[in-house]
DNA sequence: GTCTATAGATCGATAGAC
DNA sequence: GTCTATCGATCTATAGAC
C-alpha cells in the first residue's frame, strides 16, 4: 500500500486514472482504494460527498486544465494562430498521444451522463467556442469558423473514440495532422 | 410490468436500449428487470451466463445489423457510390439524426472495454476496410481511400460525442452533411 | 489524516413452484 | 417461460480508534 498522496490535488488525479480505466459506474470504492493506495478514510476525509464528489472533482480539474493550457490560449487576441497551434500541442501531449482517453467524453456516452451533464456541456461549448472564435480572427468567415471549430472538437473526440477502439493510438495522431491541414493559416 | 417480449430476439433489443442508456456497470439486473419488464427468469432463461452474456448478445446484434444494412452495401462491387450513400443513409436513420449513441463507441470508451474488446475491435475495422475499398471502386487512390475511410468513422463517431454532450443532436446532421461532401463521386 | 470494522443496501446469480 | 424467494458477495458509506 504505496502512500505518495497527502493531498487533495495529488487524491483527484489518482482518482482519475482509476475512473478513466473503469468506467464511473465500474469504479467500486475498492478498486478505487487498491489502485491509489488511499484508504476510505482518505477518500471520506478529501471528498465527503463519496464518489459523486470524486467524479465531479475529477471533471472539474480536467475542465480546469483544458481552460488553462488549452482555451485561454485560443482567447489570446494577439496571436489567434499560435493559440491553435498551442491547443494542437496540448492536445497530443494531453491525450499522450492517443492512448488516454477523454474523460468528459467517455462520462458524456456513458453512465454518469445525467448527473455530470453540466460540466460536461460546458467543456465542449466553451472548446468549441473559443476555437471558433480563435478560427475567425486569423481570417475565417464567422461560417467556415463555426464549421472548422465543430469539425476539429468532433475530430478529436472521434479519433480517440477509434483509437481506443482498434487500440491503434496513430488513428488520433493522423486525425490531428489531418486536421492541422484543414486549417491552413497555421502551417 | 408489460410482457411484450417472448422471443430472445426482441429481448437483445429490451436489453440493448438499457445498456445505450446505463452502460454496462451502471446496468443493474434490476434496472435491467425493470425497464425491460423480463424478470429474472426470463433473462436468465434466454441469457443463461448472465448481464456478460447480455452484453455479449446486444453488441454482435448491432454488428450483425451493420454488416447487412451497411458494410454488405459498402462491399457490393456493382455500386460503390451508391452503397457510400446507402450508409450515409442507414447510419443517419440508425442513431436517430443524432439521439441515439453507438453502443460499440460507449463501449469501447467506457467499462466493458477488455471484455468485448474483440467485437469492438471487429466493428470499427470492418466498416473502415469495408468503407475504404468502395472508396477505392469510385476512383480515389488507395492512400486517399484509406484516410478518408478513418475519416468518415472518426467524424461519425465524434459527432455523437459531441451531440450527446451538447444535447444538440443537429451537431451529428451537420458532420454528415459536411462528411458526404468529402467524396465528390456520391454528389 | 489514515486506519479497521462494520452497518445496511444492493449486487449478480440460483432454486424451485407453476 | 415466467414467477418469487433467497443465497452469498459486494456495494457505498459511516463510526471510532489512533
Same mark, same amino acid.
Request: proline content about 3%.
Given at each position: 500500500? $504505496? !502512500?505518495? +498522496?497527502?493531498?487533495?490535488?495529488?487524491?483527484? #488525479?489518482?482518482? #482519475?486514472? +482509476?475512473?478513466?480505466?473503469?468506467?464511473?459506474?465500474?469504479?467500486? /470504492?475498492?478498486?478505487?482504494?487498491?489502485?491509489?493506495?488511499?484508504?476510505?478514510?482518505?477518500?471520506?476525509?478529501?471528498?465527503?460527498?463519496?464518489?459523486?464528489?470524486?467524479?465531479?472533482?475529477? *471533471?472539474?480539474?480536467?475542465?480546469?486544465?483544458?481552460?488553462?493550457? +488549452?482555451?485561454?490560449?485560443?482567447?489570446?487576441?494577439? #496571436? $489567434?494562430?499560435?493559440?491553435?497551434?498551442?491547443?494542437?500541442?496540448?492536445?497530443?501531449?494531453?491525450?499522450?498521444?492517443?492512448?488516454?482517453?477523454? /474523460? *468528459?467524453?467517455?462520462?458524456? /456516452?456513458?453512465?454518469?451522463?445525467?448527473?455530470?451533464?453540466?460540466?460536461?456541456?460546458?467543456?465542449?461549448? &466553451?472548446? %468549441?467556442?473559443?476555437?471558433?472564435?480563435?478560427?475567425? !480572427?486569423?481570417?475565417?468567415?464567422? %461560417?467556415?469558423?463555426?464549421?472548422?471549430?465543430?469539425?476539429?472538437? +468532433?475530430?478529436?473526440?472521434?479519433? /480517440?473514440?477509434?483509437? !481506443?477502439? @482498434?487500440?491503434? $493510438?496513430?488513428?488520433? %495522431? @493522423?486525425?490531428?495532422?489531418?486536421?492541422?491541414?484543414?486549417? $491552413? &493559416?497555421?502551417?
Amino acid at each position: 500500500m $504505496p !502512500r505518495e +498522496v497527502a493531498e487533495r490535488g495529488d487524491a483527484i #488525479a489518482a482518482v #482519475a486514472e +482509476v475512473f478513466r480505466e473503469h468506467g464511473y459506474a465500474g469504479s467500486s /470504492l475498492a478498486t478505487i482504494t487498491q489502485q491509489t493506495g488511499l484508504g476510505k478514510g482518505s477518500l471520506y476525509h478529501f471528498f465527503p460527498n463519496g464518489k459523486q464528489e470524486m467524479a465531479e472533482a475529477v *471533471l472539474e480539474d480536467v475542465s480546469h486544465w483544458f481552460e488553462e493550457n +488549452v482555451f485561454a490560449a485560443l482567447r489570446d487576441a494577439g #496571436a $489567434p494562430a499560435r493559440g491553435i497551434e498551442r491547443m494542437f500541442e496540448a492536445v497530443e501531449a494531453y491525450f499522450h498521444s492517443g492512448e488516454r482517453i477523454c /474523460l *468528459l467524453g467517455a462520462f458524456a /456516452l456513458g453512465d454518469g451522463q445525467e448527473a455530470f451533464e453540466g460540466v460536461i456541456h460546458r467543456y465542449f461549448s &466553451t472548446w %468549441t467556442e473559443a476555437l471558433s472564435g480563435a478560427l475567425l !480572427r486569423t481570417g475565417f468567415t464567422p %461560417t467556415k469558423a463555426e464549421e472548422t471549430a465543430e469539425e476539429v472538437v +468532433v475530430g478529436i473526440q472521434g479519433a /480517440l473514440v477509434l483509437a !481506443r477502439s @482498434r487500440q491503434d $493510438p496513430q488513428v488520433f %495522431t @493522423r486525425t490531428l495532422a489531418r486536421l492541422k491541414r484543414r486549417i $491552413p &493559416t497555421i502551417q
